[in-house]
């Protein structure tokens, strides 16, 4: 990564918005990740990917979206076609951001179908490759709207599998993990005794009331929460000026749409 | 070593109803669309279809043509949900074995290999194992002794592909970032019928590309269709990108006004509906 010029030639910058929080969050996921592949679905945990990427974990691995590993700058560096991703997903080395269209408090994830899988209220993407990412190697979830209506008591369809299941399995599923949950109000994990969902951190402007009101299931809520980190000055303009000057993050996060 | 040239129309005589048909390429990207336009203009129906689902998929369903679809997923990659597709499971349009891609992967390279099944472990757990009953699990001999999917083989009596080059041996090349799973549909079916943009010489394959481009063996392939524009309007990356506009325009008109207007009694007369589109979206 270059050196950032020093800062004091330049405008003072703006607070960071909602959607730079969510960056920033998504990039943690692959704090300490070492040399593997990053595997980021959607705009947001892209951003955070590659953010990843040029500050603190400069060993990950990226795609171009299609078929080949590429550096910060775009250089080609590997190929990666389809069939060579699916066995890297099978041999472990990569860590996966996906969405959920609805998420349980073990981590279960649903991107198949809503209502009976038989006579689907809303048909959605499928299975894709979630049954395999998560028996295989760390998953996390993005969730760029936080509502009942994606934090259920209980999915329709289990695509991504969750603790609970994973615990019924025993030892075909020594390779299961789930990192982290970003949503637009905060960060979750699963370091709980059950392995059931915990908020780690609420993003700046968030309170517990509010991720307790959006949430189908009983959060874990730790006494003290945490604050989603302050992005660094270098970070921020890492994000504004060279991952997304036409901020379109803020597109999938909107500033006013959330209190 | 026979020309095995044939025309679009010529590849869908020799299909039949009821027939396992699969189709390559990956969601919006070098699907075979000639070919499924030309299986569109006849009656063969009751298809169970194999893919990894795009707008193939979609037409295919929505013309009520599948009894049966196989598949991980189906998407118009930059349109995450394939409007068409929903609604045709949204009506319970035909059965669906749904399983996830690496599982997909095993049942080709299973049929590949003419083995029954492959092992994997992705599925444990998941409800992909509660939505296909007729999956089984099988149980390591060696002292692991893990239980793992038996992915079941995915034979096709025919597949349907598009390249970017072949001869008229039946050699196939692709010059994209991405082989996709295309020699597997070929070597997992019983016909392989490979549409491309252009034919060339035999010699022509590696004057400007490398062997490894050289995807598809003649001797897995049936017959081959000269067919520009032939994945329109899915990608067929160098020679063309995906034709957003036109997917847009594909994902939010109904399907009977899309067929009506598109799907006339010949390519060309799609190639002249979409030149009159463009022409319109211009003037």
């Given at each position: 990564m270059s050196t950032p010029e020093t800062a004091d030639t330049r405008a003072p910058l703006s607070p960071p918005t909602r959607a730079e929080y969510c960056v920033i969050a998504c990039a943690e996921a692959w704090r300490g990740a070492g040399e593997i592949l990053a595997s980021p679905m959607g705009l947001v945990p892209s951003l955070g990917a590659r953010l990843a990427r040029l500050t603190f974990a400069p060993d990950l691995l990226l795609t171009d979206g299609e078929a080949?590993?590429?550096?910060?700058?775009?250089?080609?560096?590997?190929?990666?076609?389809?069939r060579q991703h699916l066995e890297l997903v099978a041999g472990g080395r990569r860590h996966v951001m996906m969405g959920a269209s609805q998420i349980d408090r073990y981590g279960n994830q649903n991107i198949s179908c809503i209502g009976d899988w038989s006579h689907p209220r809303r048909q959605l993407l499928g299975m894709r490759g979630a049954p395999l990412n998560t028996l295989n190697n760390p998953t996390s979830y993005w969730i760029p709207r936080h509502s009942r209506r994606v934090f259920v008591e209980r999915v329709d369809v289990v695509c991504g599998v969750g603790y609970d299941r994973a615990a019924g399995l025993g030892d075909a599923a020594r390779f299961h993990g789930l990192g982290r949950v970003v949503s637009d109000l905060g960060a979750f994990d699963f370091a709980t005794p059950d392995h059931s969902m915990r908020l780690a951190s609420l993003h700046p402007g968030v309170s517990v009331e509010q991720v307790r009101e959006a949430t189908g299931f009983a959060l874990t809520v730790p006494d003290e929460v945490p604050r989603t980190r302050e992005p660094e000055e270098a970070e921020l303009r890492l994000i504004r000026e060279v991952l997304d000057p036409a901020g379109a993050r803020t597109r999938e996060v909107p500033e006013a749409a959330r209190g | 070593m026979g020309d095995k040239t044939m025309s679009a129309d010529e590849v869908v005589s020799r299909l039949q109803s009821g027939m396992t048909l699969g189709i390559g390429g990956w969601g919006s990207r070098r699907k075979p669309m000639t070919l499924v336009r030309a299986l569109l203009r006849t009656d063969i129906t009751d298809l169970t279809v194999v893919s990894y689902g795009g707008p193939d998929v979609g037409m295919l369903a929505a013309a009520g043509r599948i009894r049966k679809l196989v598949t991980a997923f189906v998407t118009l990659d930059s349109i995450p949900l394939e409007p068409h597709y929903r609604a045709a499971r949204e009506r319970a349009g035909f059965e669906l074995t749904e399983v996830d891609e690496g599982m997909f992967l095993s049942g080709l390279r299973a049929a590949a290999h003419r083995l029954p099944f492959l092992p994997v472990r992705a599925g444990l757990g998941s409800d992909v194992m509660r939505i296909n009953p007729h999956l089984k699990t099988i149980t390591s001999p060696y002292e692991d002794g893990e239980t793992l999917v038996a992915m079941p083989a995915l034979w096709m009596d025919a597949a349907l592909?598009?390249?970017?080059?072949?001869?008229?041996?039946?050699?196939?090349?692709?010059?994209?970032?991405?082989?996709?799973?295309?020699?597997?549909?070929?070597?997992?079916?019983?016909?392989?019928?490979?549409?491309?943009?252009?034919?060339?010489?035999?010699?022509?394959?590696?004057?400007?590309?490398?062997p490894q481009s050289l995807l598809l063996k003649r001797l897995a392939v049936t017959g081959v269709v000269e067919a520009p524009n032939g994945a329109h309007f899915t990608s067929c990356s160098p020679d063309y990108d995906r034709d957003e506009e036109f997917q847009r325009l594909y994902a939010t008109t109904p399907w009977p006004e899309f067929a009506e207007r598109f799907l006339g009694p010949a390519e060309e007369a799609y190639r002249a509906a979409v030149r009159k589109w463009r022409k319109e979206q211009a003037g």
């Open positions: 080949l590993l590429v550096g910060p700058d775009g250089t080609p560096e590997g190929w990666l076609p389809y | 592909i598009h390249m970017s080059r072949a001869d008229r041996l039946g050699n196939g090349q692709y010059l994209g970032p991405d082989p996709y799973f295309d020699d597997l549909f070929c070597a997992a079916a019983d016909a392989a019928y490979v549409s491309c943009e252009r034919i060339v010489d035999t010699a022509e394959l590696t004057k400007a590309a490398p």
